[in-house]
């Protein structure tokens, strides 16, 4: 017996299949489902008549008064990942907030770290407008790789690293307010240009 699922179905069994998981009460992705509705429907602690209980557990660039985050954090496996305009990249635990490790200097136009499913943390460090690609183990902090290439990003902290991890590689654009900006492909085992364009 042969079955043909086509495109339509495919869709449909998607979204029936994140209804079921959404109605178990799981937060599946950002806006919880979707249609990122941003709702849980089966949440019951946090009501009206709860919403005041609510207390912060911690935070960070919260009321300190130096550190300040224009970036969105990567999250893996209840670690937190931030980068910041005045510190390295730092690995928190998610659920409480304590310090698992730091890595390189501070950087001031580092843009947001980039996570893979198996938690390696891609990361620009670099001072002035030169940053290398760094890969280091999202448990440890020990670097994996660095590229031997640098990537100008003039004055901008909102360029994305972007990971194909189908073709086991990490996207990044180099000098991009230039005409001969590029497009380069690395290797996310080895850090090594797979190719330009």
């Given at each position: ?6 495109t339509?179905?495919m ?11 959404d109605?178990q009460?799981?937060?599946?992705h950002?806006?919880c489902d ?5 709702c ?5 602690q946090i009501?009206p008549?709860t919403?005041?209980?609510i207390n912060?557990?911690w ?6 008064g130096?550190?300040q ?11 937190l990942?931030?980068a910041?305009?005045?510190s390295a990249l ?7 907030g304590e ?6 200097e501070d950087t001031?136009?580092?843009p947001?770290?980039t ?7 891609l990361?620009?460090e670099?001072?002035?407008m030169?940053y290398?690609l760094h890969?280091i183990?999202g448990?440890?902090g ?5 590229s031997p ?8 902290d ?6 194909d991890?189908?073709r086991?590689q990490v996207l990044?654009?180099e000098y991009?307010?230039?005409?001969d900006?590029?497009?380069y ?7 090594q ?5």
């Open positions: 017996m042969k079955i043909i699922l086509t339509v179905t869709l449909a069994l998607t979204l029936t299949l994140s209804v079921v998981a109605a009460g799981l937060w599946q950002f806006g979707c249609q990122f509705t941003a849980n429907p089966t949440e019951t009501t008549a919403i005041n209980q912060r557990l935070g960070i660039g919260c009321d300190e130096y550190e985050f224009s970036r969105s954090p990567a999250i893996w496996n209840n670690r990942y931030t910041s305009s005045a730092c690995c928190w635990d998610a659920k409480t310090k698992k490790w730091a890595y390189g001031s136009w580092v947001q770290p996570v893979t499913s198996t938690g390696t943390v990361y620009l670099g001072s002035s030169n290398s890969a183990n448990l440890s020990i670097k994996l790789w660095e290439i640098q990537f100008d990003l003039g004055f901008s909102t360029n994305v690293i972007c990971v991890e189908v086991n990044m654009v991009p307010f230039a005409e900006g590029k497009l492909a690395l290797d996310l085992t080895t850090g240009v797979n190719w330009y364009m």
